[in-house]
């Protein structure tokens, strides 16, 4: 089912005014083809998030952009983890153990932390 900006309006309780400050604020992504705007389900839910946080819960702008950031990459580390477990599970029986015995015990010290990533250690939210 397509969703256009009329519809989103209408699901998510929200003027075309609200929800055009949103795709100019790159919170939510317009996909358009042959002049039509459509919106995904995932939008609409992403849309009612934005509507919650900026409305009932009181959420400023820039908090907002942090926010849906956070949430954008935990949604990137899940893609990654599942990547790298369909990974490990493609490995032999002896491959797999050891790396998941490695990952229950990782090696400690920021050295190694360190030149994993390439430079200094960083948290990862």
């Known amino acids: 089912m397509t969703i256009d900006h009329a519809e989103m309006c209408r699901r998510v309780s929200v003027g075309r005014p609200s929800l055009q400050r949103w795709i100019e604020a790159g919170w939510i992504h317009a996909p358009s083809g042959n002049g039509f705007v459509a919106f995904s389900e995932m939008d609409v839910a992403r849309a009612r998030l934005i509507r919650d946080l900026a409305g009932p819960m009181g959420v400023n702008p820039e908090g907002v952009a942090v926010i849906l950031d956070l949430i954008d ?22 491959v797999r153990r ?11 010290g920021p050295s190694r932390a360190a030149g994993a990533l390439g430079g200094r250690p960083r948290a990862v939210l």
């Open 98 to 108: 050891r790396i998941w015995s490695d990952a229950a015990h990782p090696p400690s």
């Open 73 to 94: 990459q935990i949604h990137g580390l899940r893609h990654a983890l599942r990547g790298l477990s369909m990974a490990v599970g493609a490995q032999g029986p002896e």
